[in-house]
């Protein structure tokens, strides 16, 4: 899931190595201790999960995707797959304890009624929900902390990054944050958690890798914070952490010698079988060579909890599922509206100041999906209809317009009535044949008019009824359907002969002109 390929990293060109030709492998679900002495590159290995930075040399990959290669616009994404916790916990001070945890589902746009439910459940399962209203201040460190793991968890990551979360807690309290970092590793999140906390690692006895001076110098599984005595390991975390001030002196007390004497005498080919150093340099070697031989044998796990308390339930349909969200799903959420500074673990970005609103999202628009789409207008009915009236050329999809292009059976109906008791229904008619025959020929059509006297009102109305000219070789260029046709000329030539005075008795013209 996670690689270091002879990463080298650098923060100044000529400087020393925070971390030097480093190659490890962290696989789906692994609880790591990422352990050496201040100054060592534990934080540097971390951030560089998080793609704070890219080696000088070598290759990170996380989930198949080379960090190298990541286009800068997928790492604010990138970064929000990955949960990570702090020593000084950084929760905002000015918001509740439920309000920091639904923090980070806001920034990724998620709908508050979705907020709601898992945070709810988060901070149940933190054992905080009676807090949930508190302010940070208002709590210990051990709630902060486990406030700060909550708000790292509630987007389900795959990864969880944890530097020193109880580097400020008190043994009670670290006990309480430990039991909740394994649970969340039994879900099938990678937990790598950079600590100086001996006990906790001893106890735990969990895959350790120890770093030095940038440089990898053990993996171990269920390791101890303590290298075998004797190692090279041991000899480079003996001196380092008494120069730094972390340890004065031998950091195996005198009762873990003699249980490590014991182990080794008893179980050396275990101890040889989890140890894996990654590198064949010259300590790594050493402390390959010496490791099987005075591994302790492994102790059954010490619970931090009390042994009536069952094992953290494995991930189910009820508890945090784990995603890795794939290339292809980080791709989708392309429309998720990106805060325009980057959430970077190291700071909490300002709500307002990112552009996002307090305006509660409605539960079917998730920015995610996409808006809902409209449902679609009922369909038109069929232009085949024989109860519909008027010419309807093209079949509309449309939903019915404010003024009814369609007729319904009832009005047809009416309009067939009144039809029937139009006064001028004979007159119209013809006029209508008359007109559908004239448009025969748009050209036959002018020559009869150009031949006529120029005072006849026909000719007036004619002239003024807006017809389509006809081409130079006589065809019309747009032909208009029959019926609408003879509709329209009858129309313009009533508006005409009205607005020339004619009275509605002479009208008969058009008979007349036919007949003659
Ligand atoms: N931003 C930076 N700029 C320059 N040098 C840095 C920077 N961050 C870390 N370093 C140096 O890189 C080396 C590794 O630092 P890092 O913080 O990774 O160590 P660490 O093991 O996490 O230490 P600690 O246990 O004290 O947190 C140190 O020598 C440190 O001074």
Do not use: C
Request: hydrophobic letters at 30%; a negative charge.
């Amino acid at each position: 899931m996670i690689r270091f390929d002879h990463v080298t990293r650098r923060y100044q060109q000529d400087g020393r190595p925070a971390l030097d030709d480093v190659s490890i492998e962290f696989e789906r679900g692994d609880f790591v201790f990422l352990i050496g002495a201040s100054g060592s590159g534990k934080s540097t290995l971390l951030r560089m999960i998080l793609r704070e930075g890219l080696p000088q040399k070598g290759k990170i990959t996380v989930a198949g995707q080379n960090l190298g290669l990541m286009l800068e616009k997928r790492v604010p994404d990138f970064r929000r797959s990955i949960g990570m916790v702090f020593q000084d916990f950084r929760l905002l001070p000015d918001k509740t304890v439920f309000e920091n945890v639904a923090f980070a589902m806001r920034v990724i746009g998620a709908p508050r009624s979705t907020i709601r439910k898992r945070v709810t459940k988060v901070l149940e399962r933190v054992n905080l929900d009676h807090l949930a209203k508190r302010y940070p201040h208002e709590i210990s460190g051990g709630e902060q902390q486990r406030a700060a793991i909550a708000r790292a968890i509630v987007n389900e990551p795959a990864i969880l990054l944890a530097d020193e979360p109880t580097g400020n807690l008190d043994p009670r309290a670290a006990e309480e944050v430990m039991k909740i970092l394994r649970w969340i590793s039994s879900s099938g999140t990678t937990v790598i958690m950079a600590t100086h906390d001996r006990p906790i690692v001893d106890s735990m006895r969990r895959r350790v890798v120890q770093l030095h001076r940038g440089a990898l110098v053990r993996d171990q599984q269920r390791g101890t914070y303590d290298p075998p005595v004797g190692s090279e390991a041991w000899e480079l975390l003996r001196v380092e952490e008494a120069d730094s001030g972390l340890r004065a002196s031998d950091p195996t007390p005198a009762h873990q010698k003699d249980d490590d004497a014991e182990a080794s005498a008893s179980e050396p080919e275990e101890s040889a079988a989890v140890d894996k150093p990654e590198k064949t340099g010259p300590s790594q070697a050493a402390a390959a060579d010496k490791a099987p031989a005075e591994e302790p044998e492994p102790e059954p796990e010490l619970e931090l909890e009390p042994e009536s308390e069952p094992e953290p339930e494995p991930a189910q349909e009820e508890s945090i599922r784990v995603v890795w969200p794939s290339r292809d799903s980080r791709e989708s959420t392309a429309e998720v509206p990106e805060p325009k500074r980057d959430f970077d673990g190291t700071e909490l970005p300002d709500l307002s100041r990112d552009g996002y609103e307090e305006d509660e999202p409605t539960d079917q628009v998730n920015p995610a999906e996409g808006p809902v789409e409209e449902p679609a207008p009922a369909p038109a009915p069929s232009e085949h209809d024989p109860e519909l009236v008027g010419d309807d050329p093209q079949p509309s999809a449309e939903p019915a317009p404010a003024v009814p292009f369609r007729t319904r059976p009832q009005e047809a109906k009416k309009h067939r009535l009144d039809w029937l008791a139009h006064p001028e229904r004979d007159e119209i008619s013809e006029q209508d044949e008359a007109s559908e025959e004239d448009e025969g020929s748009s050209a036959e059509e002018n020559t009869r008019r150009l031949a006529r006297p120029a005072s006849s009102p026909a000719d007036v109305s004619k002239a003024q009824a807006p017809r389509p000219m006809a081409p130079s070789d006589g065809k019309s260029e747009t032909p208009r359907p029959k019926s609408s046709a003879s509709q329209s000329t009858y129309t313009d030539a009533r508006r005409t002969a009205e607005q020339l005075g004619i009275p509605r008795s002479r009208r008969g013209f058009w008979r007349r002109r036919r007949d003659g």
